[in-house]
Structure formats: structure tokens, C-alpha cells
């Protein structure tokens, strides 16, 4: 199955909110009942700094282990500068630069090992793209890509099982709420973009998240809040082979907006976070965990997150022993948390408070965060970068 990278995004910065409304599915579930925290396996510590402090980039697993990241912002400007980390050494090291300015783009890296980072913006408060670039880590060099139909920015990628790259959702930020639920699908071999069938979601707000299932499909969160009701439907699916989308029911919890992906060795997909509106003055956490069953839309309501960090800027990882990590976010702890599916619990591990970071799954199965900004501090855009060891 493709592992596809995408940069951790949050609303941070935009101007603009959007109103939640509370919803509740009507599917009857198990409930998990709450047990205690406990301390698991699993630290963090630190690892080489990045030559240039950065937020809203893009981060790649290449095929040599190395990771690529881009662009991003510096509380300054917007960077076309990348590095590379080397996980054997810790350190990063300086490659080519991206041709346009762009953070809150999307990053995939293809099946014949080059890296697609398409859209993004190349303005703080929009300026969102439809160009594309392709990054070749023989030559440490970038070359244009063919353009997208339409202007992307804090949407999602996902790559697909035949090698082709799936995107859809895209924010304006001039317009509140104004987040076109378009997709379109590229092919690496032609350097083409094709545009699919209807989404089937009026709305393709809030940093949308996809996971590749084991049957090819693509799982996707698109959608607000006040969608994901018994009448409206929850979850989207593409399906490669006929370009087309489908509902799957609402979760029977509220989730909010913006929830958290992760597949499971089981096959179903995690659902942690989210947050709550009550329009433009105010946001909150939430810390709802539901488990769904993509093939048979079934909603298993599980152990809430003991932190309700899970507001902006967060990650949910699948490890390579299949538990799952929750990491960064604005959260007023450094504590990060591990889900263990066989038990359906929570464990705290040692954290780093950062959000709009990347978080990227290494070869050897450690964790790479790298980037982003502290809550809560004043040291501004991040440079360092942190391992966890599972």
C-alpha cells in the first residue's frame, strides 16, 4: 500500500472561521467505556535543526530513506527553499529550491520515486495556486509540473494504487467558508490532470484529510461539520475505478470539524479531534475517538484523548506496530498520546508542543517532526526537529 506524507495544516493565519453545527448520527454503537491514562513506550528527543525555520511545509519520504521538505513560511516571507534530513546521521542538508513560493501546498511522493508538490499559496492570507512542481531526488532539482484545474491550498493528496495522485478540497481565504469540494486526479506518466465526478459535499472545508483503503478506495473527511448528519452523510469515498464518489453514514458522536485520519491494521479508519464554532468569535477543542468500518459504515464510538489538543496544527500517524500516534497541536501540555487499536486505549508519551509542523514515518518506523511554531512561547516559526522512537 503507497504511503503518501502531507503536511500537517491548520486555519492558523487565514482569516477566516467557520461555523460549526452540532450534529449526531442515528447508527446505535458500542461504547468504549473511559479507563486510565497510562505512560507508554515511546519518547521523543531531539534531532539535527533545519537551515531555515519553517512552518506550513511540505514533507517527503524518499525512497532512500531521506526526507524532503519545502517551501513553508517564516513569519517573513514565503520559502522556496528545501532540505533534506538524513535519518542515519540527523542532519539536514540544503537541495533546490522550488521555482514558486507556496506553504499549505500538498506533497506525494510518486511510485518512480519523484515528489509532486502541488498548489498552495504564495501569500500569508491567500494568493492560492493551480501550479504544480515536481522534485527529481537524482539530480536535486525541481521542473515544472502540468497545472490543476483549479486553485488548491490546504486540501489533500493521497496517492492511489495504480500510481496516480489524488487532491480535492481547496480554501479561499478571501471569502469565509468559500472551500470549492472539487478533486481531480493526476497521472504521473502523462503529466496530466483529470477532473472527477462530482464529490457529492457542498462545502470541501476543513483541512481535509484521505487515507488509501486496502480495496483501493480513497476515505476522505471533506466536508463541514453540519454535513456529517444521519441526512446529509459522513465520510467521502472515491473510487479510481469509476471517478466517482459516495456517502458514508454520519458518526453517531459529533466529530467537528477538521477530524484526524489514521488506517488501522484492521482496515478501519481512526477518527480523533476536531473543533467545535460558534462562528467567528470563538473556537475549542474536541476529543471525540471513533473507529469506522469503511466497508460496512459502521461507527465504533472508543476512548476520548485525554488532551484536547487536537484543535489545530495536529497529526494522527500510524506506526509500523499499528498503533497510532496523536502529536502537536495548540495544546497548553507537551504531552502526546499513543492509541492502541487492540485495546481501544490511550497512553501519554513524552511531547513536543508544536503545531503546523510536518510529521512524516520513517523506514526504520521512528517519527520526524520537523518545523512549525510553539503555542504558548514567543519563539516565533521553529528550526529544530524531533525523533520518536516507538
Known sequence: MALTTVSTRSRRGTGVRLAAVLAAGSLTTAVFPPTAHAAAS???????????AREFHTASLLGNGEVLVAGGYNSSAVLTSA???????????????????????????????????AGGRNGYAGGEQTSTELYNPATGKWSPGASMAYPRAEDLAVRLGDGRVLVAGQRNVAVQGDATPTAEVYDPKQNRWTTTGPTGVSSGCCNPRGVLLPDGRVLTTLGTSSLWTAGGGGPTIFNPATQSWSRLPAAPVFLGDGPQISLLPSGNVLFAGGWESDGWSSTWPTNVVEELNPVTGTWTVRQSTNFTSFYTGQSLT????????????????????????????????????RADAT??????GRVLTAGGIAYGSDSGVLGTAQIFQP
Open 359 to 364: 510529521v512524516t514515518l520513517l523506514a526504520d
Open 83 to 117: 532540505e533534506l534530513y538524513n535519518p542515519a546521521t540527523g542532519t539536514w542538508s540544503r537541495t533546490g529550491s522550488l521555482s514558486t513560493p507556496r506553504y499549505a501546498a500538498t506533497s506525494t511522493t510518486l511510485a518512480d520515486g519523484r515528489v509532486l508538490v
Open 42 to 52: 515511546g519518547t521523543w528527543s531531539d534531532t539535527g535543526s533545519l537551515a531555515t
Open 318 to 353: 500510524t506506526l509500523a506496530d499499528g498503533r497510532a500516534l496523536a502529536s502537536g497541536g495548540a495544546s497548553a501540555t507537551d504531552n502526546d498520546e499513543v492509541y492502541d487499536p487492540t485495546t481501544a486505549t490511550w497512553s501519554i508519551v513524552g511531547g513536543q508542543n
